[in-house]
């Protein structure tokens, strides 16, 4: 059944597909409603949110809502119309009632079969059955010009004309619509006759009347049952023109001969114009006969016409019996009645004299008034500002510039410019696209690498990074001058296959990349207009829902023209005309623009090395888009006779309220045009630090650090800008944009410092400013450029580069006396000076009327954030705060954000969201409009803050201890969880696409993210803050609960379930943590860290469960104990497995993790009945059944059954575990509080992070006691079990690996370590090389001899190097693997030895450049791709000036003539001083060496040998004779203290 006679609730999926088809609603969206079983009663509650959870654009939504809610409107008149008096007329009565005269313009012709204007009592009987329902404001359409022969001019299907009309002043024409449709589909004859019908006899009334005319075919002329509107423009399809020309030669058959030639110049030719439709195909046109009775013509005459009609039985055509004078009578062409055909004619006369006086009056000239374009342009593009500052981006789509308009588009060159959709395939040779890029860098796309470039997979922060640093110009149609395939194409060929990828660009850019109301889409039509053009404005039209953003520049009024006809198929003509500039000409445009816009186009300098200035031109800028450049003459470009001293305060105001400092208050602060910016006393510290590096005091290096460590709030941003604006004039200086990679960031340095400079040797020093930075992201970048300038080779006295680097720190103090030579820590606290300062500057500010809550965090800093004045001042600004509206409840979550996640912000976007500020808003100033939404309190609280990179707004609290202020005195009795919940349950700050990645960051770091002292937190936290806060204030069981809810907003992110696990675990839930680590491990299998929380989760479980545990244990309780601990080493051994997959990480916990969790185990496993003690005290029983194949007591031989193998393998996977940690401690320096008192240690589970070491040791031993037994050794006569409890034993003694071993070397009793290690050594055979002992065991007795070495030189337990070096021949003769400390050793023993290699051995050699080959490689393996290990190389052992091994000198025992703390003595290695000291000097052996092409070398017994610097950059460039000291180290040979040798007479052998 028709749709249209159901009522829209009795509708099923497929009448509301058919409605949705008549709507005009995209076809994928029709498929996507039909798919979704909508039928009318969905249709009837659809809403926004359903339509965009189906993908649905705004514009289609805003249509479709409008289309639901019009149908429902008219269901709901039409029920009304069927409830209504029967007294209504029937539809002939309708029909043939009277016309009021004063109504002529609604009145029909008789010759139709329907009216137009139908009563309203009549439309409601049918308004459910129309296509178009009547109450529907379609949109009003303007008709051809009179007489105009305009191809470009064009209808748009379902428009409206207005209605018919009658005479009016004999020159504006009066319309006749015929709606064509049934004729236009009959054969040739039967068309021509209907078609010369109806002209004749409209052109005969026309020209009886003396009135011009218009006769329109395809034009609704009735509305009756057929569902369309009167007047609505439908069109017909024209098969064949000749027909409609050739009709009228009905002409000389119908008039009068000598009325013939008359009639024919009256009545034009019929014009064909298209009728375009956006979504179908189908050519249609509206066929219009114009009819122009001239007086010179028709003078004294009348006209009476036969009509042809066709004969349906003889097919043919024949004129009618009787001639008829038809005149024009409203709307209508009737024939003048016989009664009244004498006076008609009488009237003649009449007519004609009101003809000539109306052709008279036409022809004055009428000037039309000129509009004020140069007002509505500057209000166009500056979104109703009167001047142009950077807060919008421009979108420019244009076509050919030809050369002559190439000098008038100048304001282009200082425009904001996104992007360019260029549709000139010459642009780049002879274009626009030819000047633009000689003032501008860019980057040149085809529209499919476009699309693809703003979805690249980058990080969230770098996703559309490319696309902001320089403007992106898009060649739509191929370039002429492109070697590749890339080629123009015809209209048709672009629409079939490019079209899609215009529409991919622009959706993607207004969805995701640019904000609304952020950018203005500028339409420059400088040459005649083409369908792609078109079809531009149409997609960008529809993702921006409207006109609002949108502008067109058109100098040519002809060019404009065929746009705006071609255009009118999304918007009329008349909204057009109000968003375009048209008929002003180009070199006006580019004056007026120029005028509005802020600053001049004057150079920009930086100083150079002669102590003058070279010009920075803006495309060079450009190129160096990682960094923002401070120029000598910074801000100097500004007009500042136009900035206005509200906006100057303005400017003032907002440093002072909170927002980070621009160069502009330094600028206006020199020019006096606002206060002068106090200096801190940490500035001018900062300020020496930086002429000390600057004078080359302490080490050289090629790449300096100076460090701000500042409080959040306390100025420390602006203490590091105040250095750069000081030293803008001698220094090169800029801030770094941390969004860009390292290698991106040291091309552009490079790149800045070089700049116009004759001799790179003699460059200034480049000052970087890097800001809330990531270490690794530092450590990588100083690398780079280390790297970059060692291939300079070139020694310069002072520092390439000197990184400044800013970060906020709650313990700025801590980091400073950590690193003093080099950190200047800015806190809350003010000096006496600084208090001076501060309160002069606030009276000053006073004095201005500036209003103390308009500079907040100033006043605050005047106070030093004092807690008590922080509480009464928040408590002051929200006294009468509405607690229920919604700007207070954003003012809250930005607050619960700001305070427990650093740095975090809400983008404007997201705000307007929130407070519903849709985009259908009226055109306001975007800043002002959100403003004007808050309330006093919450505009005081908030600063709007600029993202650096793509410039978006956004919002947060001046300052965290406000942040949390407002939480306590806001929260009422709401605890802050549910403060959470709430916040997580609101749709419109989820759905918002803008900065959306930067705001679930900022949610995820809210719950997840832990607080750690190495990134200056105040403490170690296991949890976030908030979470933590969550289980102290409340209870543990709403940090669940949040976090729960959180896991399911945020798509089941399986590292929330990972914090669920721990959270569970922590509070003793170990069956909830055991459920939440498997989900998280199912969502993300080969993730290392999730694996250990898994393996946390059991290990956790099992040391409860064995506290809890009682003499009444059943055997199954225990099975299940050690059940769970089993699962618990599976876990941590599937986490090691995921690890060494992981290449960017170096997570080593899994192997922790299996030995505490072991050690646990076998420590449960000693208090059990069956196995007992022996009288010596030892697990003898234990020892037989874990470490032989055979024997299991009878006890658990069945209630053990599963749990046998497993336990048997107990000891070799942790053997294995133990190996590792050994090894991998032994490439890296990680004892960080190694020398702090015992009182000072922290608890267990820390000592493996700070001192793994110690906790290694004290794991060995654990491990050793259970499986050593004198008893077992004696009733055995295996071998194995002989070597295994030597092995143990050693273990046991504090040995058993490398770094056990070397551990000894740290101890303050170096006696008692000796000792230690004599005893060791009596544990292994007396004759290692007979009786081969395992590799590992070895490697061990061998580095024992080398550290009780050190320790002792004079034990009787050593043996001769030579003995040493024997015994490690296995190393480099047999095949196989050998550990790292295999081939340490080979470096150790084979280095030449003046007592023992007299005589050169090329053999040697050999084995030491085998031996550091594979440690490289070993060592490439082990570092992966983890950048923050690359600082922290291990050098245990250093060249001494003995013989033997009395030659090699153990670290610690230099770190013992250091005198200081343990802060100090870093300090002194860090910069190299600890190589003035004399007693250091005394013991090592400085040996020669070469350098070529920075490439560092030194003479083995015959050979060279590869050596690496400490510092790259200590290496001279060049070929260079060098001296330094000589390290060991598990990645090679290190050379410390380079120097260039000077006394040439000095020998470069290793002897001297």
């Given at each position: 059944?028709?749709?249209?006679t159901?009522p829209?609730?009795?509708?099923d999926?497929n ?5 949705l088809?008549s709507?005009?609603?995209k076809k994928?969206y ?7 079983e909508v039928?009318g009663p ?6 926004d949110?359903f339509?965009k959870?189906i993908?649905m654009?705004?514009g ?10 019009e149908?429902?409107q008219?269901?709901?008149k039409a029920q009304q ?9 029937d539809r002939t009565?309708?029909r043939?009632e ?5 109504d002529?313009?609604t009145?029909?012709?008789p010759s139709?079969?329907?009216?137009a ?6 439309q409601?009987?049918?308004?459910s059955?129309l296509k ?5 404001a379609?949109e009003l359409?303007n008709?051809r010009p009179f007489?105009?022969?305009d191809?470009c001019?064009k209808?748009?299907k379902?428009r409206?004309?207005?209605p018919e009309s009658?005479?009016?002043d004999l020159?504006a ?6 709606s064509?449709?049934?004729a236009?589909e009959?054969?040739k004859?039967q068309l021509?006759?209907?078609f010369?019908?109806e002209v004749?006899r409209?052109?005969?009334?026309c020209m ?5 005319g218009?006769i329109?075919f395809?034009?609704m002329?009735s509305?009756?049952d ?5 007047g609505?423009?439908?069109g017909?399809?024209?098969k064949?023109?000749e027909?409609y020309?050739?009709a ?5 058959k119908?008039?009068q001969?000598?009325k013939?030639?008359?009639a024919?110049k ?10 375009i ?8 046109f509206?066929?219009?006969?114009d009819?122009e009775p001239?007086s010179?013509?028709v ?5 009476e016409?036969?009509l042809?009609?066709y004969?349906e039985?003889?097919q043919?055509v024949t004129l009618?019996k009787?001639k ?11 024939p003048v009645k016989?009664n009244n055909l004498a006076t008609f004619?009488?009237?003649i006369?009449?007519?004609?004299a009101q003809?000539e006086?109306a052709e008279l ?11 004020n ?5 500057a209000?166009l593009l500056?979104?109703g500002k009167s001047?142009?500052?950077d807060s919008?981006r421009?979108?420019l789509v244009?076509n050919r510039?030809?050369?002559d308009n190439?000098t008038?588009i100048?304001?282009?060159m200082?425009?904001?410019i996104?992007?360019v959709?260029?549709?000139?395939e010459?642009s780049?040779?002879s274009?626009?696209y ?8 860019t980057r040149?796309y085809?529209l499919q690498d476009f699309s ?10 770098q996703k ?6 320089q403007p992106?110009?898009?060649f ?8 590749g395939?890339?080629?123009p194409?015809?209209?048709?060929t672009?629409?079939?296959?490019k079209?899609k990828?215009l ?7 207004c969805?995701?990349?640019?904000p ?5 889409v ?9 369908k792609p ?7 960008f039209y529809t993702e921006m829902?409207?006109?609002e953003y949108?502008?067109?520049?058109a100098e040519?009024?002809e060019?404009y023209?065929k746009w705006?006809n071609l ?10 005309e109000q968003?375009s500039?048209?008929g002003?000409?180009?070199?006006h ?7 509005m816009l802020p600053?001049?186009a ?8 002669t102590r003058g ?7 060079e800028?450009?190129k160096l888009?990682?960094l923002e450049?401070l120029c ?5 470009d500004?007009?500042?006779d136009l900035l206005t001293e509200?906006e100057?305060?303005e400017?003032?105001?907002n440093?002072?309220?909170?927002r ?6 330094f600028?206006l ?6 206060g002068?910016?106090i200096?801190?006393?940490a500035?001018?510290d900062?300020s020496k630090?930086?002429d000390?590096?600057?004078r080359?005091s302490?080490?050289n ?6 460090k701000?460590?500042h409080?959040p ?5 602006t203490?590091a800008r ?9 220094l090169?200086?800029?801030v ?9 960031v ?7 410092r070089?700049?116009?400079e ?12 890097i800001e ?5 992201y530092?450590?990588?970048?100083r690398n780079?450029?280390m790297?970059a ?6 020694n310069?006295p002072r520092?390439?580069?000197i990184?400044?680097c ?7 103090e801590?980091?400073?006396?950590a690193?003093?030579l080099?950190?200047?820590a800015?806190?809350h606290?003010?000096t ?15 004095q ?7 500079i907040l965090t100033?006043?605050l800093m005047?106070?030093?954030f004092?807690e008590?004045y ?9 006294l009468d ?5 919604r700007?207070?409840?954003?003012m809250r979550y930005?607050a619960?954000l700001n305070?427990?996640?650093?740095n975090?912000?809400?983008?404007l976007s ?6 519903g500020?849709g985009a259908?808003a009226?055109?306001?100033?975007r800043?002002?409009d959100?403003?004007s939404h808050l309330?006093?309190q919450v505009?005081m609280i908030f600063?709007?803050l600029r993202?650096?990179t793509?410039y978006?707004?956004s919002v947060r609290?001046i300052h965290c201890l406000v942040?949390k202020e ?6 009422g009795?709401e ?5 959470a ?6 749709k ?5 696409r ?9 949610i995820?770091?809210?719950?997840i ?11 170690d936290t296991l949890f976030?803050p908030?979470?933590?806060h969550?289980c102290?204030?409340?209870d543990?069981e709403?940090a669940i ?6 896991y399911?907003?945020?798509?089941k992110?399986p590292?929330f379930?990972?914090?669920?696990a721990r959270?569970h675990y922590?509070n003793e839930?170990?069956?909830?943590a055991?459920h939440?680590?498997g989900?998280a491990?199912?969502?993300?299998p080969?993730?290392s860290y999730?694996l250990?929380t ?9 040391s409860?469960?064995v506290?809890k545990?009682?003499q009444?244990d059943?055997?199954q ?17 599937a986490a090691q497995q995921a690890?060494k997959a992981?290449y960017d990480s170096m997570?080593n916990a899994g192997?922790f993790?299996e030995?505490?969790?072991?050690c646990r ?7 059990l009945d069956?196995?007992?003690?022996n009288?010596q005290?030892e ?10 194949d055979?024997y299991i007591?009878?006890d658990?031989e069945?209630t053990w059954t599963?749990l ?13 575990a133990l190996?590792?940690?050994s ?8 004892d960080?509080?190694?020398?702090k ?12 992070i ?8 004290r794991?060995?031993?654990v ?5 050593i037994?004198t008893?077992?050794?004696?009733d055995?006569n295996?071998?194995?079990d002989?070597q295994l409890m ?5 273990y046991?003694?504090?040995g ?9 070397l740290?101890?303050k009793?170096e006696?008692?370590s000796?000792?230690?290690?004599e ?6 055979t ?5 009786d081969r002992l395992?590799?590992?065991d070895l490697?061990?007795y ?11 030189p ?8 030579q003995a040493?070096r024997?015994?490690?021949a296995?190393?480099?003769?047999a095949k196989?693997p050998f550990?790292?400390?295999a081939?340490?050793l080979l470096?150790?023993l084979?280095?030449p030895?003046?007592?023992l290699?007299k005589e ?9 450049n085998?031996a ?8 490439d393996?082990?570092m992966k ?8 190389i291990?050098?245990?052992?250093f ?5 033997g091994?009395a030659k090699?000198v153990h670290?610690?025992?230099?770190d013992?003539l250091i005198s200081?703390s343990?802060?100090e003595?870093?300090m002194?290695w860090?910069?190299?001083?600890v190589?003035n000291?004399?007693k250091i000097?005394?013991?090592?052996k400085r040996?020669?060496g070469?350098?070529k092409d920075r ?16 510092h790259r ?6 070929n260079?004779n060098v001296?330094f ?8 040979l290190?050379?410390?203290n ?5 006394n ?5 052998t290793?002897?001297i």
């Amino acid at each position: 059944m028709d749709y249209r006679t159901l009522p829209v609730n009795k509708w099923d999926e497929n009448h509301v597909q058919c409605w949705l088809e008549s709507t005009g609603i995209k076809k994928e969206y029709i498929e996507k409603l039909h798919a979704e079983e909508v039928t009318g009663p969905a249709l009837m509650e659809l809403d926004d949110s359903f339509l965009k959870g189906i993908g649905m654009k705004g514009g289609q939504i805003h249509m479709l809502m409008r289309k639901r809610n019009e149908l429902l409107q008219l269901q709901e008149k039409a029920q009304q119309g069927k409830n209504s008096s029967s007294k209504a007329p029937d539809r002939t009565k309708a029909r043939t009632e009277p016309v009021s005269s004063t109504d002529a313009a609604t009145q029909d012709t008789p010759s139709r079969d329907h009216r137009a204007a139908a009563s309203s009592k009549k439309q409601g009987r049918r308004s459910s059955q129309l296509k178009h329902g009547d109450d529907e404001a379609l949109e009003l359409s303007n008709c051809r010009p009179f007489k105009s022969q305009d191809t470009c001019f064009k209808y748009v299907k379902d428009r409206v004309l207005a209605p018919e009309s009658g005479v009016n002043d004999l020159i504006a024409p009066c319309h006749e619509y015929k709606s064509f449709a049934t004729a236009a589909e009959l054969n040739k004859n039967q068309l021509k006759s209907k078609f010369a019908c109806e002209v004749i006899r409209f052109a005969s009334a026309c020209m009886n009347i003396r009135t011009n005319g218009t006769i329109h075919f395809g034009i609704m002329d009735s509305v009756e049952d057929k569902g369309y509107k009167h007047g609505q423009i439908v069109g017909i399809k024209v098969k064949e023109r000749e027909c409609y020309v050739d009709a009228l030669d009905h002409i000389e058959k119908c008039f009068q001969e000598n009325k013939q030639e008359i009639a024919r110049k009256c009545i034009h030719p019929p014009v064909f114009v298209e009728v375009i439709s956006k979504d179908s195909q189908d050519q249609r046109f509206v066929v219009e006969v114009d009819i122009e009775p001239t007086s010179s013509l028709v003078k004294n005459s009348f006209f009476e016409v036969c009509l042809p009609k066709y004969n349906e039985e003889s097919q043919k055509v024949t004129l009618t019996k009787e001639k008829a004078i038809y005149q024009r009578l409203g709307a209508k062409s009737e024939p003048v009645k016989p009664n009244n055909l004498a006076t008609f004619i009488q009237g003649i006369q009449d007519r004609d004299a009101q003809r000539e006086r109306a052709e008279l009056s036409s022809t004055e000239v009428h000037t039309e008034a000129s509009q004020n374009l140069g007002r509505k342009l500057a209000i166009l593009l500056n979104d109703g500002k009167s001047y142009m500052d950077d807060s919008l981006r421009y979108i420019l789509v244009t076509n050919r510039c030809e050369k002559d308009n190439l000098t008038c588009i100048n304001f282009l060159m200082r425009l904001n410019i996104f992007c360019v959709f260029d549709f000139d395939e010459h642009s780049n040779v002879s274009g626009l696209y030819s000047k633009y890029k000689e003032h501008h860098a860019t980057r040149s796309y085809f529209l499919q690498d476009f699309s693809n470039e703003s979805k690249t997979g980058n990080p969230p922060s770098q996703k559309h990074l490319c696309l902001f640093d320089q403007p992106s110009w898009v060649f739509c149609n191929g370039r002429s001058d492109f070697l590749g395939d890339e080629k123009p194409c015809d209209e048709n060929t672009w629409i079939r296959t490019k079209k899609k990828y215009l529409k991919k660009a622009i959706t993607r850019i207004c969805d995701e990349i640019l904000p609304k109301r952020s950018f203005i889409v500028l339409f420059l039509l400088l040459s005649p207009v083409q369908k792609p053009l078109v079809d531009t404005f149409q997609e960008f039209y529809t993702e921006m829902n409207g006109t609002e953003y949108i502008v067109c520049i058109a100098e040519s009024k002809e060019i404009y023209g065929k746009w705006a006809n071609l255009a009118q198929a999304s918007c009329s003509i008349e909204t057009l005309e109000q968003c375009s500039i048209v008929g002003m000409k180009l070199s006006h445009v580019d004056a007026t623009i120029r005028a509005m816009l802020p600053s001049t186009a004057q150079p920009r300098h930086l100083p150079v090395s002669t102590r003058g200035l070279c010009t920075l031109p803006l495309l060079e800028e450009e190129k160096l888009f990682s960094l923002e450049i401070l120029c000598v003459d910074q801000c100097d470009d500004i007009k500042l006779d136009l900035l206005t001293e509200k906006e100057i305060q303005e400017i003032e105001q907002n440093f002072y309220k909170g927002r980070k400092i621009i160069w502009e208050n330094f600028w206006l602060a020199e020019k006096r045009r606002c206060g002068e910016i106090i200096e801190r006393e940490a500035c001018k510290d900062a300020s020496k630090l930086l002429d000390d590096i600057l004078r080359g005091s302490g080490l050289n290096y090629s790449v300096a650090k100076l460090k701000v460590f500042h409080h959040p709030g306390s100025g420390g941003s602006t203490i590091a800008r105040q250095v750069l604006w000081k030293r803008r004039k001698d220094l090169r200086c800029a801030v770094i944009k941390t969004s860009y990679s390292p290698a991106t960031v040291c091309e552009h340095a490079l790149a800045f410092r070089d700049y116009d400079e004759k001799e790179i040797s003699h460059c200034l020093p480049v000052l970087l400013l890097i800001e809330d930075y990531d270490e690794d992201y530092l450590e990588e970048l100083r690398n780079e450029l280390m790297d970059a300038v060692a291939t300079r080779k070139i020694n310069s006295p002072r520092p390439y580069f000197i990184l400044m680097c800013c970060r906020r720190s709650n313990d700025p103090e801590r980091l400073c006396k950590a690193s003093p030579l080099d950190t200047v820590a800015v806190t809350h606290k003010l000096t006496d000076s600084e208090k001076s300062l501060f309160r002069t500057k606030l009276e000053k500010l006073k004095q201005k009327d500036v209003k103390p809550e308009f500079i907040l965090t100033f006043v605050l800093m005047c106070e030093e954030f004092n807690e008590t004045y922080v509480r009464d001042f928040v408590g002051h600004i929200l006294l009468d705060i509405d607690r229920s509206s919604r700007d207070t409840c954003l003012m809250r979550y930005v607050a619960l954000l700001n305070f427990y996640v650093p740095n975090s912000y809400i983008s404007l976007s997201h705000c307007e969201a929130f407070l519903g500020l849709g985009a259908y808003a009226e055109r306001k100033l975007r800043a002002y409009d959100f403003k004007s939404h808050l309330s006093e309190q919450v505009r005081m609280i908030f600063i709007e803050l600029r993202e650096s990179t793509t410039y978006i707004s956004s919002v947060r609290i001046i300052h965290c201890l406000v942040a949390k202020e407002i939480l306590y005195q806001l929260s009422g009795n709401e605890p802050q969880s549910q403060l959470a919940m709430t916040l997580l349950q609101e749709k419109p700050l989820f759905e918002n696409r803008f900065g959306r990645e930067e705001f679930i960051k900022f949610i995820r770091d809210l719950f997840i993210r832990r607080d750690k002292r190495s990134r200056g937190d105040a403490t170690d936290t296991l949890f976030s803050p908030f979470i933590e806060h969550v289980c102290k204030a409340e209870d543990c069981e709403k940090a669940i609960a949040v976090l729960k809810a959180a896991y399911e907003l945020l798509g089941k992110d399986p590292f929330f379930a990972q914090q669920l696990a721990r959270l569970h675990y922590k509070n003793e839930k170990f069956e909830d943590a055991e459920h939440w680590a498997g989900v998280a491990k199912a969502r993300m299998p080969n993730d290392s860290y999730i694996l250990d929380t898994e393996g946390q989760v059991y290990r956790k479980w099992f040391s409860f469960t064995v506290d809890k545990m009682t003499q009444e244990d059943s055997p199954q309780s225990i099975t299940q104990k050690i059940e769970i601990a089993l699962k618990a080493m599976k876990c941590f051994r599937a986490a090691q497995q995921a690890a060494k997959a992981e290449y960017d990480s170096m997570n080593n916990a899994g192997y922790f993790g299996e030995v505490e969790v072991g050690c646990r185990l076998l420590r449960f496993l000693s208090t059990l009945d069956v196995f007992h003690r022996n009288p010596q005290g030892e697990y003898s029983e234990l020892v037989k059944y874990l470490i032989t194949d055979y024997y299991i007591p009878k006890d658990i031989e069945r209630t053990w059954t599963n749990l046998h193998s497993r336990l048997k393998g107990l000891r070799q996977n942790l053997y294995n575990a133990l190996e590792w940690i050994s090894e991998d401690l032994s490439y890296f320096q990680t004892d960080k509080n190694q020398e702090k008192d015992e009182e000072d240690e922290r608890d267990e589970k820390e000592e493996q992070i700070y001192n793994p070491r110690k906790w290694l040791k004290r794991q060995s031993e654990v491990y050793a006691k259970f499986f050593i037994s004198t008893s077992l050794m004696g009733d055995s006569n295996s071998a194995l079990d002989t070597q295994l409890m030597r092995r143990m034993n050693i273990y046991k003694s504090g040995g058993g690996n490398v770094t056990n071993i070397l551990s000894f070397l740290t101890d303050k009793k170096e006696a008692r370590s000796a000792e230690k290690l004599e005893n060791i050594l009596s544990f292994y055979t007396e004759n290692p090389l007979r009786d081969r002992l395992e590799d590992n065991d070895l490697i061990n007795y061998i580095l024992c001899h080398i550290t009780l070495s050190c320790l002792a030189p004079g034990s009787a337990k050593l043996v001769s190097v030579q003995a040493l070096r024997e015994l490690s021949a296995r190393f480099f003769k047999a095949k196989g693997p050998f550990p790292a400390s295999a081939h340490f050793l080979l470096t150790l023993l084979y280095w030449p030895d003046e007592a023992l290699d007299k005589e050169p051995n090329p053999d040697k050699d050999k084995i030491l450049n085998s031996a550091l080959q594979t440690m490289k490689r070993l060592y490439d393996i082990k570092m992966k791709d983890v950048p923050t290990r690359k600082k922290r190389i291990y050098t245990p052992f250093f060249l001494g000036k003995g013989y033997g091994l009395a030659k090699i000198v153990h670290k610690n025992k230099i770190d013992k003539l250091i005198s200081g703390s343990l802060d100090e003595k870093r300090m002194k290695w860090l910069h190299g001083t600890v190589w003035n000291i004399a007693k250091i000097r005394d013991i090592l052996k400085r040996v020669s060496g070469w350098t070529k092409d920075r490439d560092l070398f030194i003479r083995g017994h015959m050979k060279e040998l590869p050596i690496l610097p400490l510092h790259r950059d200590s290496v001279p460039p060049g070929n260079e004779n060098v001296t330094f000291y000589l390290g060991f180290s598990f990645k090679g040979l290190v050379a410390f203290n380079i120097q260039v040798e000077n006394n040439a007479a000095i020998s470069r052998t290793q002897g001297i």
